[in-house]
């Protein structure tokens, strides 16, 4: 098993530098702490990994499937909101409420999924943008349960440790990533939703007069989206230590797209370098300018869609690699000829 695992890395990391990179980097996340011990870091890095699992679902339901979501925030605020109750009214512990509060916010995204299934366009992003609308009047309704505009408070930490919470949030955010990669996956040979994605987001209707059921995977896009996000939201409950409106702000749902554009939509690994470099960028480097902070990533993202329209990520990737016109093989961009097939590269 190991020489395989070593045979693998061997032959299918070392030489693409797109998978040598992903590596190192989360590698230099998980020994970052035990480095730079400052306390700010720590804490950015942490929103960061649970941002990441939100900006990442975005991307499934909205990149892959192609259903435009402007309202993304509703699952982030009902993972949110489902955990801080599940706690202050049952004594649920996060192991708990973390994996429920998701199941209701995929469950929310099947419900909402249900009108929007005969729109298309903007009806639809408007529709999905009144979401968050809707549930944050109901929460300022009865304020006597949801806390209102001061939100539910007392919501217990992960753990005693700073450093334990930011390992734990790490963990969920790479377990979650790798499960929502492989459901977008295109070539991957046991589950065929990443293949049927592309398709739907293409031509959704030359997708059903192949045999597809679009409404079935548009269902399924909404409740994989909305279970990630669920987590999300519960994670940043129970990091914050409150369940608040602003889990369900109209700014939140826009980050999410701000993030997966800038690192590069339809790639799940844009979703996470935009948030890991945007969200440091504005928490730590940006602290004291921070009031200007929504003005310079603006123009951070105007500037990134007239030179890179395709995101960083992706950008960096097509510098550092070449796929084979033949084999289709990904290689680094210092060979002239593909290391499988020796077809020419130029």
């Not at 489902?82 to 409420?97: D, E, I």
Request: proline share 3%; net charge positive; glycine share 10%.
């Amino acid at each position: 098993m190991v020489r395989r695992l070593l045979k693998d890395f061997r032959f299918s990391v070392l030489p693409v530098p797109g998978r040598l990179i992903a590596i190192i980097f989360f590698v230099a996340l998980f020994i970052g702490p035990l480095i730079v011990e400052k306390r700010l870091v720590t804490s950015s890095l942490t929103f960061a990994s649970l941002f990441a699992i939100f900006a990442v679902s975005w991307d499934l339901l909205s990149g892959y499937s192609g259903q435009l979501n402007f309202g993304h925030a509703l699952f982030f605020g009902v993972g949110a909101y489902s955990t801080a109750l599940l706690n202050k009214y049952l004594g649920w512990q996060p192991w708990a409420t973390i994996p429920v509060g998701a199941l209701i916010a995929a469950s929310v995204g099947l419900v909402t999924c249900l009108p929007a299934l005969r729109l298309r366009g903007p009806y639809l992003t408007l529709l999905t943008l009144s979401f968050p609308l809707m549930l944050l009047g109901i929460v300022f309704t009865f304020k006597d349960i949801t806390g209102g505009e001061h939100g539910i408070w007392g919501v217990p930490k992960l753990a005693d440790s700073r450093v334990a919470v930011y390992y734990i949030c790490l963990i969920v955010m790479t377990v979650s990533v790798l499960i929502m990669w492989k459901f977008t996956d295109a070539g991957s040979r046991y589950i065929r939703t990443g293949l049927i994605f592309h398709a739907i987001r293409e031509d959704e209707i030359a997708a059903r007069a192949t045999g597809i059921n679009t409404i079935r995977y548009k269902l399924l896009a909404f409740a994989i989206g909305g279970f990630f996000a669920g987590i999300a939201g519960g994670l940043y409950a129970h990091v914050l230590g409150v369940a608040g409106a602003s889990a369900l702000s109209m700014t939140l749902s826009f980050q999410a797209i701000i993030w997966v554009v800038f690192g590069g939509i339809v790639s799940i690994y844009g979703g996470v370098v935009g948030v890991y470099i945007l969200y440091p960028l504005l928490s730590i480097v940006l602290v004291r300018v921070i009031e200007y902070g929504t003005l310079i990533l603006a123009v951070i993202v105007v500037l990134m869609l007239l030179f890179m329209p395709e995101g960083i990520a992706v950008w960096i990737r097509n510098k550092m690699e070449r796929e084979c016109p033949r084999c289709k093989l990904t290689n680094g961009f210092w060979r002239k000829e593909c290391r499988a097939c020796s077809a020419s590269l130029h």
